[in-house]
């Protein structure tokens, strides 16, 4: 299994609302991330986690909290959010400095 | 600082044409160099990879030779097919405190017309 699963696939939510996105790999993988991609952009890195501790923050607004509960979850816990951070989401994971694989990623809409 | 260099798109061909896209980096180290496709409305796939100089990674057509003289990591495939058409994106990682975190080039709009 080399798949990164995450939920949900799209998400619409209000600047008041507080929502969450999960992300779910099986294959053993001690480093998990979270990305940003912005339409006809490349990804941009917001977090690393390295056996489950937070390892890089790219500074990041707190209005995005990451929470890995164990090995195979990483969620990215969203409140107060605005406008702009309407993107693409993603996780990948990765082991070593094998490949990382990348979920389909949310689709999130900031009404 | 680790960085990726891609040509500019978006780039145009007709079935069956030659591709080459252009990928240079700057490491500070000694870095795996990545090729991923994305397609629309989807997460990103790894097309192919390679860890060592002079490595060549190849997938579904799809080759690319780690250059470390050039620092280069173009990708080639010999015939596209309209299904090639896709954003690609160049991308390297490093050991040590990045984690494994990876680098990307700006991506580059593949269509492949008929």
């Known amino acids: 299994d080399t798949e990164v699963t995450q939920t949900p696939k799209h998400l619409v939510m209000g600047m008041t609302n507080k929502k969450s996105l999960k992300c779910e790999q099986h294959?053993?993988?001690?480093?998990m991330y979270w990305y940003k991609q912005k339409a006809k952009k490349p990804p941009e890195l917001m977090f690393v986690y390295s056996y489950e501790k937070l390892s890089i923050n790219e500074s990041v607004p707190s209005r995005f909290s990451p929470e890995c509960p164990n090995s195979s979850l990483l969620n990215l816990h969203l409140h107060a959010l605005q406008p702009e951070d309407s993107a693409l989401y993603l996780c990948?994971?990765?082991?070593?400095?094998?490949?990382?694989?990348f979920g389909q990623g949310t689709r999130l809409t900031v009404v | 600082g680790d960085s990726v260099t891609q040509m500019e798109g978006p780039v145009t061909l007709s079935e069956e044409a030659f591709l080459t896209i252009n990928c240079t980096y700057t490491a500070t180290g000694y870095p795996s160099l990545f090729w991923y496709v994305q397609y629309p409305g989807e997460g990103l796939q790894l097309l192919l990879k390679?860890?060592?100089?002079?490595d060549k990674g190849s997938n579904k057509g799809f080759e690319a030779t780690y250059r470390k003289e050039t620092t280069s990591f173009h990708l080639e495939k010999g015939s596209v097919q309209v299904s090639d058409s896709a954003v690609y994106f160049c991308?390297?990682?490093?050991?040590?405190?990045?984690?494994?975190?990876?680098?990307f080039g700006r991506g580059t709009q593949l269509t492949v017309w008929p």
């Open positions: 991308a390297l990682s490093e050991r040590g405190s990045t984690l494994g975190r990876l680098y």
């Open positions: 990948a994971s990765s082991q070593d400095l094998a490949e990382a694989f």
């Open positions: 294959m053993g993988h001690r480093a």
């Open positions: 390679a860890t060592k100089a002079d």
